[in-house]
């Protein structure tokens, strides 16, 4: 008897392990050209009877892995979205961001940064380089810095309440990093004025001697700006007209992250 159980057992287990495998199978015909199937087009893929597949479906269905397709097969339902939603929160920042920069610094032809705030020093989370135009700047990755100079600094900056900033700038040290370094409160908060009126922050010269940087702010679900993602680029290669044209494309990037962090 005991043998005859233990044989009933290990068959139940293969068939729901088989069940398991067809389910992925099918899961996984599904593609851009094939958003919606037929039972007969799982019946052939699989090389099962038409009643067989329809049974797997069935099972896919009331599981939310599939819905009904207004009569027309069936299409990914609504728990495959809930599953891709949670992958994508289990995804930590620089996993969203990375794709995302590495398309703007070949768009741009310029270097991409990933920083954020951390206490009262900017911290530079990733670096994307064009290829050959990689500029030699003060930001690498894991690089800490001063919240007075760059444009990353200011985006971060810029939006938090006023009192935040007061306390920050109280307690901080505002050295120079070269000639044009903000190193008081007042040019200090001009600068963030300035930067929550146009939208972005811009510097020149005022990290590296010779490198612009223009950075925008990435929002959470709040609002909230949980970080900045900017270009560094040598001031002589962008003239003033060119620096709207990056500041779009880099606040285009900024509200991408911030919407797939909201996923």
Same mark, same amino acid.
């Given at each position: 008897?005991?043998? @005859?159980?233990?044989?009933?057992?290990?068959?139940?287990?293969?068939?729901?392990?088989?069940t398991?495998?067809? +389910?992925?199978? $099918?899961?996984?015909?599904?593609?851009? @050209?094939r *958003?919606? !199937?037929?039972?007969?087009?799982?019946? +052939? @893929?699989l090389?099962?009877?038409?009643? &067989?597949?329809?049974?797997y479906?069935?099972?896919?269905?009331?599981?939310?892995?599939?819905?009904?397709?207004?009569?027309?097969?069936?299409? #990914?339902?609504?728990?495959?979205?809930?599953l891709a %939603?949670?992958?994508?929160?289990? !995804?930590?920042?620089s996993? =969203?961001?990375?794709?995302?920069?590495?398309? *703007?610094?070949?768009?741009?032809g310029?270097?991409v940064?990933?920083? %954020? !705030?951390?206490?009262? %020093?900017v911290?530079? *989370?990733?670096?994307?380089?064009?290829?050959?135009?990689?500029?030699? $700047?003060?930001y690498e990755?894991?690089?800490?810095?001063?919240v007075n100079a760059?444009?990353s600094?200011f985006? #971060?900056?810029?939006?938090?309440?006023?009192?935040?900033?007061?306390a920050l700038?109280d &307690?901080?040290?505002?050295?120079p990093?070269?000639?044009?370094?903000?190193? &008081?409160? %007042?040019?200090?908060?001009a600068?963030?004025?300035?930067?929550?009126e146009?939208?972005?922050?811009?510097?020149?010269?005022e990290?590296?001697?010779?490198?612009?940087? =223009?950075a925008?702010? $990435?929002?959470?679900?709040?609002?909230g700006?949980?970080?900045? *993602?900017? =270009?560094?680029?040598?001031?002589?290669r962008?003239?003033d007209?060119? =620096?709207?044209? !990056?500041a779009?494309?880099l606040?285009?990037?900024?509200?991408? $992250?911030? +919407?797939?962090?909201?996923?």
């Amino acid at each position: 008897m005991a043998g @005859q159980a233990a044989s009933a057992a290990s068959s139940a287990y293969r068939e729901r392990n088989a069940t398991a495998d067809r +389910a992925l199978d $099918i899961l996984l015909m599904f593609d851009d @050209q094939r *958003l919606v !199937l037929s039972a007969v087009e799982v019946a +052939a @893929q699989l090389s099962v009877g038409r009643s &067989t597949a329809y049974r797997y479906l069935q099972s896919l269905t009331q599981t939310g892995f599939v819905e009904e397709a207004d009569g027309s097969g069936y299409r #990914l339902g609504p728990r495959v979205l809930e599953l891709a %939603r949670l992958a994508r929160r289990g !995804l930590g920042l620089s996993d =969203i961001a990375r794709p995302i920069m590495r398309r *703007l610094a070949a768009d741009a032809g310029e270097t991409v940064l990933l920083t %954020r !705030l951390a206490g009262d %020093r900017v911290v530079c *989370l990733e670096r994307e380089d064009s290829g050959a135009r990689a500029v030699r $700047i003060t930001y690498e990755r894991g690089e800490v810095l001063p919240v007075n100079a760059g444009a990353s600094a200011f985006c #971060l900056l810029a939006w938090l309440p006023d009192t935040t900033v007061d306390a920050l700038l109280d &307690t901080t040290p505002l050295d120079p990093l070269t000639s044009r370094t903000l190193t &008081t409160k %007042r040019g200090l908060r001009a600068r963030l004025r300035e930067t929550r009126e146009q939208g972005y922050a811009v510097s020149r010269g005022e990290l590296d001697p010779d490198v612009l940087g =223009i950075a925008a702010a $990435i929002r959470d679900r709040d609002g909230g700006v949980v970080a900045a *993602l900017s =270009i560094a680029a040598l001031s002589t290669r962008v003239p003033d007209d060119r =620096i709207p044209q !990056l500041a779009t494309a880099l606040r285009a990037g900024a509200t991408e $992250i911030g +919407a797939s962090l909201h996923l």
